[in-house]
T-cell receptor
Framework: GAGVSQSPSNKVTEKGKDVELRCDPI?????LYWYRQSLGQGLEFLIY????????KSGLPSDRFSAERTGGSVSTLTIQRTQQEDSAVYLC???????????FGPGTRLTVT | AQSVAQPEDQVNVAEGNPLTVKCTYS??????LFWYVQYPNRGLQFLLK??????LVKGSYGFEAEFNKSQTSFHLKKPSALVSDSALYFC??????????FGPGTRLSVLP
């Protein structure tokens, strides 16, 4: 079946602009995660959605970052007033009941100039 | 709170030699343990997992990992490394919930 998809694959934006990154999880997966990965580095947890529960936002680095998940499926990560330090690959993953591992999307590479 | 350590930033091994990438963890309760691999400019790919049962688990691409409860370790191994195994490897742990914690990653270089 289809895996996790993310769009766009690459995004170049000017400092100060807002960006939206999209994640389509595997159909039926109840949990969705956003991570940030700086070049060749580890994963930084950002936010986690589970069903209809309130999201775990504990990893969001500032109030410029927000995310929503509509209808328990597609999620959008929004970064307002982008800064150069926001440049990274943003990874999305989903997880479903009955499974144990996360499935990752290919990521969105964000470059803030 | 759970945590994962990968004590080596970089592992170098000659092609054909056995490889080990180390992982230790801390979690309350029984752990769910995972290894993921990331090739350049790609997302993370699942390699293998330990949930319960045999301590030695086998996964994709000839990789295996051994769960050691007393040492709280889950080291990734392969009997004979390939140049194409060169990548970034992440160990992860999940507790009874759905919170996943990833290690910092280990870069594996297999030299021809």
């Amino acid at each position: 079946g289809a895996g996790v998809s993310q769009s766009p694959s690459n995004k170049v934006t000017e400092k100060g602009k807002d960006v939206e990154l999209r994640c389509d999880p595997i159909s039926g997966h109840t949990a969705l995660y956003w991570y940030r990965q700086s070049l060749g580095q580890g994963l930084e947890f950002l936010i986690y959605f589970q069903g209809n529960s309130a999201p775990d936002k504990s990893g969001l680095p500032s109030d410029r970052f927000s995310a929503e998940r509509t209808g328990g499926s597609v999620s959008t990560l929004t970064i307002q007033r982008t800064q150069q330090e926001d440049s990274a690959v943003y990874l999305c993953a989903s997880w479903g009941q009955g499974g144990n591992e996360q499935y990752f999307g290919p990521g969105t590479r964000l470059t803030v100039t | 709170a759970q945590s994962v350590a990968q004590p080596e930033d970089q592992v170098n091994v000659a092609e054909g030699n056995p490889l080990t990438v180390k992982c230790t963890y801390s979690v309350s309760g029984n752990p769910y343990l995972f290894w993921y691999v990331q090739y350049p400019n790609r997302g993370l790919q699942f390699l293998l997992k330990y949930i319960t049962g045999d301590n030695l688990v086998k996964g994709s691409y000839g990789f295996e990992a051994e769960f050691n409860k007393s040492q709280t370790s889950f080291h990734l191994k392969k009997p004979s490394a390939l140049v194409s195994d060169s990548a970034l490897y992440f160990c992860a742990v999940r507790d009874y919930g759905q919170n996943f914690v990833f290690g910092p990653g280990t870069r594996l270089s297999v030299l021809p």
